[in-house]
């Protein structure tokens, strides 16, 4: 497959109006390359061209992991894990390839905390800290994919120079 790259900026993770659809890549300057080719391997999908995406090393976001500091397993996403795609549409395939992240917007923290509290509670096995993090240059792309539950809701679209040190973890909390 031929190389897939995006040259990397600034960018912020906002709510778009309306429905998802795909568009050319309007936020990221011309400073840096990252590659994409894993993000894209055998999807007849391009995951780089859907509304709002950019590089985010600005804002705070939140995720749930198993290790602290967060390991290359807490950044998993279900394609890695084996776990089947239930749909064939590219909004959905690039998704599933992507990890969910959270960003934080300050009185939203605690209701997030209070909800993943509660999904501890109901599910014991599942990860009990979170950790508020910011992106490194090259880690990825932030894709704005606010869902019912969480207004909030983004995918990290992982670049292939992806790794833990590329996570700023400001803060680990135990829920």
């Given at each position: 497959m031929k190389d897939i790259f995006i040259e990397a900026g600034l960018g912020t993770c906002y709510k778009p109006q309306g429905s998802f659809h795909l568009s050319p890549i309007k936020?990221?300057?011309?400073?840096?390359?990252?590659?994409?080719?894993?993000?894209h391997k055998d999807l007849p999908c391009d995951?780089?061209?859907?509304?709002?995406?950019?590089?985010?090393t600005t804002d705070t976001f939140a995720r749930r992991v198993r290790d602290v500091p967060p390991s290359l397993n807490d950044f998993k996403s279900f394609y890695e894990r084996k776990h089947p795609a239930q749909q064939s549409d590219c909004d959905y395939l690039c998704k599933h390839r992507g990890v969910s992240i959270i960003?934080?917007?300050?009185?939203?923290?605690?209701?997030?905390?209070?909800?993943w509290a509660e999904l501890v509670a109901v599910k014991p096995r599942s990860p009990r800290v979170y950790c508020k993090f910011r992106l490194k240059t090259h880690a990825g792309v932030v894709w704005?994919?606010?869902?019912?539950?969480?207004?909030?809701h983004c995918t990290l679209l992982k670049s292939d120079?992806?790794?833990?040190?590329?996570?700023?973890?400001i803060e680990t909390v135990t829920l």
């Open positions: 936020d990221i300057s011309l400073t840096r390359m990252m590659t994409f080719n894993a993000l995951c780089l061209s859907a509304n709002g995406i950019a590089e985010n960003k934080l917007n300050g009185d939203d923290e605690t209701a997030l905390k209070s909800k704005p994919t606010p869902s019912r539950d969480d207004a909030n120079q992806f790794s833990p040190e590329l996570i700023d973890c």
